[in-house]
């Protein structure tokens, strides 16, 4: 089902969520919660989201990229449902990039994330995973996992004149690329 998006601004965008328990994930209620999140996602149209996002306090949030997608990046990750998850960071080297977000619509800002990370959660059967992840996919998977520990993109955002309404963006940004 088709849930309504938090935006910037709803405390629950702000909290830690909750680490899910092994009967918590193979319940109806999960089944259901994961539905809820890839309904609303595609209808939104964005490329992952997290359960605080549709106002759920649960560490999960997925991801589905395919291999041609908005952003012109040559990557692509499968539906993938992160639990529990953990980043490890790899590298010192950054990548910069224009995102956005459904809780903060209407914007792109740049933001510079560490390009080279290992991921480690439970998958939807609550069974372990790791894999790294570089350059974009690796920006993908820190955006959507930071929603689970209360941050926004917008909090990367170390100069704030790199913070644009969308349409200025297509206007005035893109065009410069």
Request: aromatic content about 10%; hydrophobic content about 40%; some cysteine.
């Amino acid at each position: 089902m088709i849930k309504p998006i938090c935006r910037l601004g709803n405390p629950i965008l702000r909290e830690i969520c909750d680490k899910l328990t092994k009967q918590q994930v193979l319940s109806e209620e999960f089944t259901q919660l994961k539905q809820d999140l890839y309904d609303s996602m595609k209808h939104y149209g964005g490329i992952g989201i997290a359960a605080p996002q549709i106002g759920v306090n649960a560490q999960v949030a997925l991801i589905e990229l395919g291999p041609i997608n908005r952003y012109g990046a040559e990557v692509s990750l499968p539906l993938t449902y992160f639990i529990n998850p953990e980043i490890k960071v790899l590298s010192d080297s950054f990548e910069g990039n224009w995102e956005g977000c459904l809780s903060v619509p209407g914007m792109r800002g740049y933001v510079e994330r560490p390009n080279h990370i290992q991921v480690k959660y439970l998958d939807e059967n609550f069974e372990e995973q790791s894999f790294e992840a570089r350059g974009f996919l690796a920006v993908v998977i820190q955006h959507e996992l930071d929603h689970l520990y209360g941050k926004l993109y917008i909090d990367h955002i170390k100069d704030m004149s790199l913070l644009s309404f969308q349409e200025e963006f297509e206007k005035f940004i893109l065009v410069q690329k």
